[in-house]
């Protein structure tokens, strides 16, 4: 059985740092594309960032130059270390696993068709 599970989610200050962790079960993270997303009250759920099987990574324009995707195959644990957060990084934050895909490209990556098993969120407030 897949699960994701999510922490690290927190409140900061603009300008601040957190790293958010994913733990995967039932399956090997270093073999699947693993994305994040995220979702302010109001607005669709957006991709953010994601990292390949070969280790390639993703961003959004918004998040790029801030945020880092990597991934601990030994610990099975994808991370996104977000830096200089501003408050419209406000939002619940989630992993998700792409079991099914074989190629990838930027789009596909960050679309959220197309990952299979999502985690429940972690909460990341960003004040001014």
């Known amino acids: 059985q897949v699960q994701l599970v999510e922490s690290g989610g927190g409140s900061v200050q603009a300008g601040g740092s957190l790293r958010l962790s994913c733990a995967a079960s039932?399956?090997?993270?270093?073999?699947?594309?693993m994305g994040w997303f995220r979702q302010a009250p109001g607005k669709e759920r957006e991709g953010v960032a994601a990292?390949?099987?070969?280790?390639?990574?993703y961003y959004a324009d918004s998040v790029k130059g801030r945020f880092t995707i990597s991934r601990d195959n030994a610990a099975n644990t994808v991370y996104l270390q977000m830096n200089s957060l501003k408050p419209e990084d406000t939002a619940m934050y989630y992993c998700?696993?792409?079991?099914?895909?074989?190629?990838?490209?930027?789009?596909?990556?960050?679309?959220?068709?197309?990952?299979?098993?999502w985690g429940q969120g972690t909460q990341v407030t960003v004040s001014s």
């Open positions: 039932g399956y090997t993270t270093s073999r699947k594309m």
């Open positions: 998700a696993a792409d079991l099914g895909s074989t190629w990838y490209t930027k789009v596909r990556a960050l679309s959220e068709e197309y990952y299979n098993y």
């Open positions: 990292i390949s099987p070969g280790g390639v990574t």
